[in-house]
């Protein structure tokens, strides 16, 4: 497979996550939201809210609202990440 073929979205994030080992960093739990922030936010149509993310989501949108205004997690280390790219 050549270093310029076009993945899928999923693909592409998954192998961003494990280049940058987030799973060294965060719980599985908190990845697999991240991920699926990222596949939304990167579809078509998106318009930053909520409703949004539940539409691609095996979660409801109020349990993705409470991981986002309620969990403790340092997001240095995205912000790191994301400085480099």
């Known amino acids: 497979m050549s270093n310029n073929s076009i993945?899928?979205?999923n693909q592409l994030i998954?192998?961003?996550f494990e280049e940058h080992?987030?799973?060294l960093y965060y719980s599985?739990?908190?990845?697999?939201h991240l991920k699926e922030?990222?596949?939304v936010a990167t579809s078509?149509?998106?318009?930053?809210?909520t409703v949004d993310i539940s539409e691609h989501s095996l979660n409801h949108r109020t349990t993705i609202g409470h991981f986002l205004s309620n969990s403790v997690w340092d997001e240095s280390y995205?912000?790191?990440?994301?400085?480099?790219?």
Do not use: D, E, W, Y
């Not at 078509?44 to 809210?49: D, E, I, L, P, V």
């Open 7 to 9: 993945l899928p979205n």
């Open 14 to 16: 998954r192998k961003f």
């Open 21 to 23: 080992r987030f799973s």
């Open 28 to 32: 599985k739990p908190v990845v697999k």
């Open 37 to 39: 922030f990222l596949l």
């Open 44 to 49: 078509k149509g998106f318009s930053a809210k």
């Open 78 to 85: 995205i912000q790191k990440v994301f400085a480099l790219v």
